[in-house]
């Protein structure tokens, strides 16, 4: 049965001449003249039936139903354009992922290791797009997300990496000028804080068996990668995930005055639609990924050098 879709021109058209709100902008970027550019959305109208600009005089707007279309003409766009790229890539051989992850998680932990999926994988390829907030598979491209937070996702299913452990950190010379011999110490120094985890540092001290200290007050830093590096330069304390600072541990530009950690309900997980979870390239990853998680919980063990 033929697909009651309307053309690619039509949709390319509108998208373009919504995302510059002009015909004459848009017809620039589709290397197309004006009159075409004003055909092809007129055409698309009349196949909807829906009137997706306002015009007044020479300038134009989208309606509300222009609006709300033109999101799911972009992302239909995007995607028939990463697919076509990928086939044309692998020439049909191979396949592809599409992962959602956390910024940090992906840079700091994830595209590290990835080199040896490759190795173990080459017809693979892994493409990584940054989402910080769950949301419904049915509305994107992705196979499978890395996310923080519980295994719950409706119509997916989640595998546990491991849990978030906050260290506190900071820069090797700020310890040298001013000893902390306990942890009721570090109250003195300036406090660095995520800006989603207001109460994260009055909860370390809880934990670290210090009551009557006011840790709320300190510049906050939207991103834990933007803490680690604020704590690097000597602005004060971080509390960050032991995963993201490994390799400043290691080096010495950042020490753990105390390697007292900070733990909740909430952990990493590797979540993919119940749809897509018997693709054979999705098994793989998840397979490497689960044991290279398992790994690293391994390895954790007196990995933190302390001060």
């Known amino acids: 049965m033929?697909?009651?879709v309307p053309s690619i021109e039509s949709l390319s058209a509108f998208e373009a001449s919504a995302r510059h709100l002009s015909f004459t902008r848009a017809a620039a970027?589709?290397?197309l003249t004006q009159?075409?550019?004003c055909k092809q959305v007129a055409v698309l109208e009349a196949y909807l039936g829906v009137r997706l600009f306002n015009r007044i005089k020479k300038r134009i707007s989208l309606t509300e139903a222009g609006q709300v279309y033109v999101r799911q003409v972009s992302d239909g766009l995007d995607r028939l354009e990463r697919d076509t790229a990928a086939i044309m890539t692998h020439r049909g051989e191979g396949d592809v992922l599409e992962l959602a992850v956390i910024p940090t998680?992906?840079?700091r932990w994830l595209i590290p290791r990835l080199p040896d999926f490759q190795r173990r994988h080459p017809?693979?390829?892994v493409n990584l797009t940054t989402r910080a907030q769950p949301f419904l598979f049915t509305d994107t491209v992705f196979d499978a997300a890395v996310h923080f937070g519980s295994a719950q996702w409706p119509g997916a299913v989640s595998n546990y990496l491991f849990d978030e452990e906050m260290i506190p950190v900071m820069a090797p010379a700020m310890l040298q000028q001013r000893p902390c011999p306990e942890p009721a110490a570090l109250a003195a120094f300036p406090l660095l804080h995520q800006s989603a985890r207001h109460h994260a540092w009055q909860r370390w001290f809880e934990v670290a068996g210090v009551s009557g200290v006011e840790a709320i007050g300190g510049p906050r830093f939207e991103l834990f990668s933007m803490l680690a590096e604020a704590a690097r330069a000597g602005l004060g304390v971080a509390l960050?995930?032991?995963f993201l600072v490994q390799g400043e541990l290691?080096?010495?530009d950042l020490v753990a005055p105390f390697d007292i950690a900070l733990t909740g309900d909430l952990a990493y997980y590797l979540t993919c639609p119940e749809s897509r979870q018997d693709r054979a390239a999705l098994q793989h990853f998840s397979q490497w990924l689960i044991e290279q998680a398992g790994a690293y919980r391994a390895g954790l063990s007196g990995e933190v050098p302390e001060a």
């Open 240 to 242: 960050v995930p032991r």
């Open 2 to 4: 033929r697909r009651r």
């Open 123 to 125: 017809g693979i390829t």
């Open 105 to 107: 998680f992906a840079t």
């Open 29 to 31: 970027a589709l290397s």
């Open 250 to 252: 290691v080096s010495g």
């Open 35 to 37: 009159s075409a550019v």
